[in-house]
């Protein structure tokens, strides 16, 4: 399967401290993506990592980059009630031609409490 | 940036029967995917829709299961055929803005929550 991992898969934590999610994935990748989802609603994209690129930042998010070990985590920094949700990673493979697929990791639900 | 509207956002459905769900975007896009997510899972990728061509399905998922049309450029429908309750899933619509070669985000509608009694 090209589905990429996620862990883990259930992480509980109180508002005010950092979340971190970690995925792995299986194939060389063009970018990776990462999404998150509440309580089985339509996804959001939070953010754009490229192959070419090891770190990116978006306000109180942080992503890494592996691709020598093809892993990528996200950080939440700070992390609030509001953040409670699934999230995802997803991979866009290399030399997928015409049509880009995005391949999901199998998700982190995140619970944040007061 | 993109706004999906999808329906029916939920519905309850008998064995046998079949749904078909609306996308309607708010600007023109080349390509449109849909995606199922079985209860507590990830989403996988069903069909590639384009506009004016057949869609082009993922391993495991048939057209005569799944027929998909594209009119046009902003509108697509998912059929779930002959349902049964393994169907019971959330079914996703996602676009990309450009040519959806990955490289930008994919924008996806609220969903429509499906169960097959």
């Known amino acids: 399967s090209q589905q990429g991992e996620e862990d883990p898969q259930a992480l509980s934590i109180q508002e005010g401290e950092n979340a971190t999610m970690n995925c792995s994935y299986k194939?060389?990748?063009?970018?990776l993506q990462w999404y998150r989802q509440n309580s089985g609603r339509g996804l959001v994209h939070l953010i754009l990592i490229r192959s070419n690129e090891r770190e990116k930042h978006s306000g109180r998010l942080r992503v890494t980059l592996d691709t020598s070990k093809k892993s990528s985590s996200l950080l939440i920094t700070a992390s609030r009630a509001a953040d409670t949700a699934s999230y995802f990673c997803?991979?866009?493979?290399?030399?997928?031609?015409?049509?880009?697929?995005?391949?999901f990791g199998t998700g982190t639900r995140l619970q944040v409490t007061l | 940036s993109a706004v999906i509207s999808q329906k029916p956002s939920r519905d309850i459905c008998q064995r046998g029967t079949s749904l078909t769900i609306q996308c309607q975007v708010d600007?023109?896009?080349?390509?449109m995917f849909w995606y199922r997510q079985q209860p507590g899972q990830s989403l996988t990728l069903i069909a590639t829709?384009?506009?004016?061509?057949?869609?082009?399905?993922e391993s495991g998922f048939v057209i005569d299961k799944f027929p998909i049309s594209r009119p046009n450029l902003t509108f697509s429908t998912l059929t779930v055929s002959n349902m049964s309750p393994e169907d019971s899933s959330i079914y996703l619509c996602?676009?990309?803005?450009?040519?959806?070669?990955?490289?930008?985000?994919?924008?996806f509608g609220q969903g429509t929550r499906l169960t097959v009694v």
């Open positions: 996602s676009v990309e803005l450009g040519q959806g070669f990955g490289n930008t985000e994919a924008f």
């Open positions: 829709a384009n506009q004016g061509s057949e869609a082009t399905y």
């Open positions: 194939t060389s990748i063009n970018n």
């Open positions: 600007s023109q896009v080349t390509m």
């Open positions: 997803a991979t866009v493979r290399m030399g997928t031609g015409t049509a880009s697929k995005l391949t």
